[in-house]
């Protein structure tokens, strides 16, 4: 058997690429953040994390050209070694401040945040329990945890959590982990009785805030802020690729535990150091989310408008709320992929999602907001998906 069999013997994205509604790996050859070039056209960008627009903000923009002026264009080096900047020391020690927590400490992406600190703190005996639905990059960290004991409990479902963490041994190690808000589907973790579970059976709560920073909450820490509970959240993660419009990602937590992770995360220790460009990105944005909280109300404006639109139309929108993720269940791989062809083709660019990404009965067309969206063309996208909608009896 060669064992690169199976790569001659995977066919499926051809045969979508063959039928003509391959919607992955699409280029863009232009990009304004809510209005993007694509196949020479211009194209409603109902697609993306860029929750604020700040990709595209001057001052982002300026601040990474400086500092890669200053520093160059790589840190040539892993953060533990050579590759620790001044810049990126002031990031962590705004992020501290800004979540409200002890102390932070910045990886090159966000998903080796979470593959870097989960595999640190979940060693051999103890016991992660997460949501089934946790992003790709906590399942990463998990499996990277070796020797943990690893239990999943059905989306979003505290019964099952509690049922769950009943049964496991008094003196074993715990941590719950789950996303703030959830990456497909926008809905928000119930973390009040999971706090109340954590605390019961003496477990440590783990939260991945990707969606949730410079969205949810008065200041735009996330979930944990918006529903009151930040100090009974032990560890707190995020990424700058979403709000803070730029690339890399950090976890919060108490001084003792940021001083174990920075020491035992190979995700951190054995990679090269966030881009001076990226961090000087992070830092400005950081700086115009304290400054302009008026973004975050455009926000909530443009989702709870597009929330009230679908739902008006007879969308399945599952349950979602407040966030700017608002998933159009379609539950059909096929007339997904068919839907995103016919949005693409009217000039309106969304995510096709489907198995194995969610179970096939859960295939969605998963659309997300920003504050840079005009009135124009958020009307402008629900008249397409209303007529696309009705053609093909989704509504
Ligand atoms: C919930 C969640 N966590 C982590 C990540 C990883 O972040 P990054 O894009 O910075 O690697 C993402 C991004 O897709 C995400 O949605």
Request: aromatic share 8%.
């Amino acid at each position: 058997m060669d064992i690169l069999d199976k790569c001659k013997n995977f066919t499926r994205a051809k045969e979508i690429m063959d039928a003509g509604m391959y919607p992955f790996f699409k280029s863009l050859s232009g990009n304004d953040g809510a209005r993007v070039e694509m196949d020479g056209r211009s194209t409603i960008m109902i697609g993306s994390n860029n929750y604020l627009g700040l990709t595209h903000d001057p001052r982002v923009i300026e601040a990474s050209k400086k500092a890669t002026e200053k520093y160059g264009t790589s840190c040539s080096g892993s953060r533990f070694m050579n590759g620790t900047l001044d810049i990126h020391i002031e990031l962590e020690e705004k992020l501290a401040k800004f979540m409200n927590k002890d102390a932070a400490l910045i990886f090159s992406t966000g998903f080796m945040a979470n593959l870097g600190a989960i595999s640190a703190l979940a060693g051999k005996d103890d016991y992660i329990i997460m949501d089934r639905a946790c992003h790709a990059s906590i399942y990463a960290g998990i499996q990277a945890a070796t020797g943990a004991n690893i239990k999943r409990y059905r989306h979003n479902d505290m019964n099952d959590l509690e049922q769950i963490i009943s049964n496991i041994d008094k003196g074993k190690g715990k941590i719950i982990v789950s996303d703030g808000v959830f990456s497909m589907e926008g809905d928000i973790v119930n973390l009040k009785r999971m706090t109340e579970i954590a605390n019961k059976y003496e477990a440590r709560i783990y939260i991945d805030e990707a969606h949730g920073l410079g969205v949810l909450g008065k200041h735009g820490r996330g979930a944990c802020e918006y529903l009151g509970l930040e100090d009974k959240v032990d560890i707190v993660m995020s990424t700058f690729s979403k709000s803070l419009g730029s690339i890399g990602g950090f976890v919060a937590g108490s001084e003792e535990v940021i001083h174990y992770i920075k020491h035992s995360a190979r995700a951190l220790i054995f990679t090269a150091a966030p881009m001076p460009a990226a961090t000087a990105a992070a830092l400005k944005s950081l700086e115009i989310i304290e400054e302009e909280p008026e973004r975050m109300e455009r926000l909530s404006h443009n989702s709870s408008f597009m929330h009230n639109s679908f739902k008006d139309m007879g969308f399945d929108i599952g349950q979602s709320n407040l966030t700017p993720i608002i998933p159009l269940f379609i539950r059909d791989d096929e007339k997904t992929l068919y839907f995103w062809k016919r949005l693409y083709d009217s000039g309106i660019f969304t995510n096709a999602i489907l198995s194995p990404a969610v179970p096939p009965d859960q295939a969605l067309i998963r659309t997300s907001y920003m504050s840079t969206h005009t009135d124009e063309d958020l009307k402008k996208s629900l008249e397409i998906f209303h007529k696309i909608g009705k053609e093909l009896n989704i509504i």
